[in-house]
């Protein structure tokens, strides 16, 4: 089992800090990473994956610096960017048999560990079909099986799940939790419903700095107590959306049922709701806000 740490972990771009002293320590499991555009996510994953040079703090793989590690290192990596380039008139086939080449892959194991991925993925009956005539969803699943090909231990994500349609997000969860279970994944998504089923750890980051860490159980216990249900008029109900977070809200009969996140009741009538991880997650962004602006 291997052990991927980052320690004072900075990046800064000009005058803008995009990563400022993240620390944490990976092991094999699912971890998922949360933050809004702009929280120094994707930065801090092309560091991880040593495309990137921090410009302090260290990227440690086993406790060596990744630098020196060099092709050891990228051996035991697999990453799928947000955006992966590709030739559209690829097949999925001629497009793997060619990402196999550039990792310097033996012939006679790439060829069957393309054929084992395109069943991983789905693929298989369509592996002659150029990429060009392929869904969002399939060419996700492309993409994951070109980070796969050298069967990585540290599986590095950015957005895997953007443009998916729920049938394709759960098959893409399913495959990585069942890929979780003997390497690590570092996730990073907006969709928070995709994390809570399958992670082990959650990573909050905002603006550059790491907010919280923990398992999905201590990640939740952070917004016990600062969740609350109630339903209320209309009138009631647009005074709550100004002043505060509203995690959902539903129009039922003559009045609307809120689920809101606050330090106080926030309504007459309103209990206290167990939290799910998107509403820890309002709460730690919210009180990050809040204690930026002097609230």
């Known amino acids: 089992m291997h052990e991927l740490t980052t320690v004072e972990l900075t990046k800064k771009f000009q005058k803008k800090t995009a990563v400022q002293g993240v620390s944490f320590t990976l092991t094999n499991g699912v971890c998922g990473l ?19 040079a921090p410009d302090g703090g260290q990227v440690l793989c086993d406790g060596e610096q990744i630098a ?38 033996p012939k006679t194991y790439a060829d069957a560990r393309i054929e084992e991925l395109l069943a991983l993925t789905g693929l298989s009956d369509d592996r002659d079909r150029k990429l060009k005539t392929f ?69 909050m980051m905002q603006k550059g700095c790491l907010t919280a860490s923990g398992s999905i159980p201590e990640i939740l216990s952070v917004g016990k107590g600062y969740v609350w249900e109630c339903r209320v008029s209309e009138r009631e109900a647009a ?28 309504a007459t009538g309103a209990v ?9 997650w309002l709460y730690v962004l ?3 806000q809040n204690e930026e602006g002097g609230d």
Not at 251 to 260: E, H, N
């Open 135 to 203: 869904s969002g969803g399939m060419l996700r699943r492309v993409g994951i099986a070109q980070a796969l090909l050298n069967d990585p231990q540290i599986l590095i994500l950015d957005e895997p799940t953007a443009g998916l349609d729920p049938k394709e997000r759960v098959r893409f969860r399913n495959l990585l939790s069942s890929l979780g279970r003997n390497r690590i994944i570092l996730l990073s998504t907006h969709i928070v419903s995709d994390l809570e089923s399958i992670a082990d750890h959650i990573l």
């Open 68 to 105: 020196r590690l060099g092709g050891g290192y990228r051996r035991l990596l697999g990453y799928l960017p947000q955006s992966f380039g590709y030739y559209p008139n690829y097949s999925a086939l001629r497009f793997l048999r060619y990402m196999a080449a550039l990792k310097a892959l």
């Open 34 to 52: 949360l933050g809004e555009n702009g929280a120094g996510k994707t930065t801090l994953m092309r560091m991880l994956c040593g495309l990137l």
């Open 239 to 266: 005074e709550l959306e100004q002043t505060h977070v509203i995690a959902n809200l539903r129009s039922q009969g003559d009045g609307v049922c809120m689920r809101i996140i606050s330090r106080e009741p926030p």
């Open 286 to 288: 919210n009180n990050e």
């Open 272 to 280: 206290p709701a167990e939290p799910a991880l998107e509403d820890a």
